[in-house]
């Protein structure tokens, strides 16, 4: 019986799977884009500083309308896998994010 040499399927299937994972980072966040929780633009002048935010820093960071507490459920749902990269919220819940740890 003859062997069959499964050499290339291993190098096809390694590439494939090399190529699935790169495409899937670089589709997973644009570099010059954060996620910045609770930033509604008519609330603490966010919409004023986050336009002077991307202008310094060429970084586009759109706006966010949740309230600290939809904040806070947010950060605890992601806790295993965090989405944002900065979050505002009041004392109160700041105080309750970092007793668990967010």
């Known amino acids: 019986m003859k062997k069959k040499d499964f050499k290339p399927l291993v190098i096809l299937t390694v ?3 090399l190529l699935s994972l790169f495409s899937i980072l670089s589709f997973a966040r644009e570099p010059n884009y954060i996620i910045f929780y609770n930033t509604p633009p ?3 002048n966010w919409k004023s500083i986050l336009a002077a935010f991307t202008k310094a820093t060429g970084i586009r960071a ?3 309308n949740k309230n600290s507490g939809q904040t806070l459920s947010q950060l605890l749902a992601e806790k295993n896998n965090p989405q944002a990269d900065v979050a505002y919220m009041g004392v109160t819940y700041g ?4 007793e668990e740890v967010l």
Do not use: G, R, Y
């Open 15 to 17: 590439t494939l799977l």
């Open 42 to 44: 008519e609330w603490a």
């Open 62 to 64: 759109p706006h966010d």
């Open 95 to 98: 105080i309750k994010a970092a």
